[in-house]
Nanobody, 122 residues
Framework: QVQLVESGGGLVQPGGSLRLSCVAS????????MGWFRQAPGKQRELVAV???????NYAGSVKGRFTISRDNAKNTVTLQMNSLRPDDTAVYYC????????????????WGQGTLVTVSS
């Protein structure tokens, strides 16, 4: 089984920065896409940013220019650098690994982390 463990959430003032990290562990052959989603109270989960194993990235319009996603394929880690944070960035942030291949399973799998809370408030 594959586990995703996030770290780096917390409380930050508007305009501040936070860095989220996620490491995938377990029996992994490959991970095509790694990304971050978030869910604010009363809202649906939404994509924040995703990065492929080849380094292609995609961002939600609301975070473009403020957030940067990166990954280390060898270590199965993905990082989200969040700058110029705003109160509407407050949410639980979830790490996602999609199109994952594990030994003995010949179909793509998807995994989620448990979530880490980011609160932007003065």
């Amino acid at each position: 089984q594959v586990q995703l463990v996030e770290s780096g959430g917390g409380l930050v003032q508007p305009g501040g920065s936070l860095r989220l990290s996620c490491v995938a562990s377990g029996s992994i052959v490959s991970i095509n896409d790694m990304g971050w989603f978030r869910q604010a109270p009363g809202k649906q989960r939404e994509l924040v940013a995703v990065i492929t194993s080849g380094g292609s990235t995609n961002y939600a319009g609301s975070v473009k220019g403020r957030f940067t996603i990166s990954r280390d394929n060898a270590k199965n880690t993905v990082t989200l650098q969040m700058n110029s944070l705003r109160p509407d960035d407050t949410a639980v942030y979830y790490c996602n690994a999609d199109r994952v291949l594990v030994p003995g399973v010949y179909t793509y799998l998807e995994f989620w982390g448990q979530g880490t809370l980011v609160t932007v408030s003065s």
